[in-house]
């Protein structure tokens, strides 16, 4: 487990090692500043003439017949589904808590992909969103079967035994964090800034399993499905995800055995402002995900590239992080 407090050599030489370092003064000097915010001027320019990001409906029309084909496939593989669900992280579901959606940004503004749970016994989910609002946040971890396990055996309202291990597994995820050394080290590990350890922590589950057609119109199975969900545990369909419009700025990270957090993509949507910047001084290789992006323009991977060191310089700086009530990106 690596301590929550380095060096400052050990900051130089991994700027993720310090869960706090940069990023977290930064984040307290902006919290500083939200009282007076609306007495103080941004502390930041805009570029108004920055090429547009391609633009959401656009997106959510190419990216939705892309993933209807590939459901619609049936035997489509975990790794090929895994692999999409990365490059486009605004279809995977818990970005926002639970229940009353927060109005907070998810932690590091990314989902992370097989977050590994180390331990006496090792587990690796699909997804991990670390959603929060005022008063908890939650780990929320996703787990996606392929499209053609089926959750009923025929006619009966007995489950199969894919759904059983489904199931399975995210009680194994929750007795991982009945351990109260396992608690602390996911907290170290994931880098869990102050501002939410000082909040509860709220385990949440989200398993997508099966396809609509299994159970719609049939009312017996329908309910008994709902009666499926545990608490703490949300039950959805393959059919019912989408791209979601707040998620347009969600960003798709792996956490290495190092500690270090790599950018693994960037959609076509992704924008840049101060409401992401903290997060972008905790995020590595930003850059070569936005290249290899063939829905990007040349031209805004030019201008990405380039702004990403001012915000993180502005990010670095010493100066309050006043954020103004005007345009806030690029």
Not at 222 to 232: C, E, I, K, P, V
Not at 242 to 267: F, Q, Y
């Amino acid at each position: 487990m690596t301590s929550s407090r380095t060096s400052s050599g050990d900051a130089e030489a991994n700027p993720n090692l310090d869960r706090e370092g940069v990023a977290g003064q930064a984040r307290a000097r902006r919290t500083a500043s939200t009282a007076s915010s609306s007495m103080l001027a941004p502390t930041y320019t805009i570029r108004a003439d920055a090429p547009p990001p391609m633009p959401w409906d656009d997106y959510a029309n190419l990216v939705t017949a892309e993933y209807v084909r590939l459901i619609n496939l049936g035997n489509t593989p975990e790794a090929e589904l895994q692999g999409f669900l990365e490059r486009n992280p605004s279809f995977v579901p818990g970005a926002w808590t639970p229940g009353v959606t927060s109005g907070h940004t998810p932690f590091l503004s990314a989902v992370i992909s097989q977050p590994t749970l180390c331990g006496t016994m090792q587990f690796q989910p699909d997804f991990l969103w670390i959603s929060t609002h005022s008063l908890e946040w939650f780990p929320t971890f996703v787990e996606i079967e392929r499209p053609n396990k089926r959750t009923f055996k025929g006619s009966k309202l007995e489950v199969t035994s894919f759904f059983a291990q489904a199931r399975n597994q995210l009680a194994q995820w929750r007795t991982w964090f009945d351990e109260p050394a396992n608690c602390q080290t996911f907290v170290e590990r994931f880098r869990i800034p102050d501002l939410l350890r000082n909040r509860k922590m709220t385990l949440h589950f989200v398993l997508v399993y099966g396809r609509r057609g299994e159970f719609e119109g049939n009312r017996q199975k329908t309910r008994h499905r709902a009666n499926l969900q545990d608490q703490g545990t949300t039950l959805v369909s393959l059919d019912r995800l989408m791209p979601i419009r707040e998620s347009a700025n969600m960003m798709t990270v792996r956490l290495g055995a190092d500690g270090r957090v790599k950018c693994v993509a960037v959609p076509p949507t992704f924008r840049l402002g101060p409401n992401i910047a903290d997060d972008l001084l905790l995020i590595e290789d930003i850059e070569p995900a936005i290249e290899r992006n063939d829905l990007i323009s040349l031209e805004r991977r030019a201008f990405l590239n380039e702004r990403l060191e001012y915000w993180r310089n502005w990010s670095r700086s010493n100066e309050p992080h006043v954020i103004g009530g005007g345009p806030c990106w690029e």
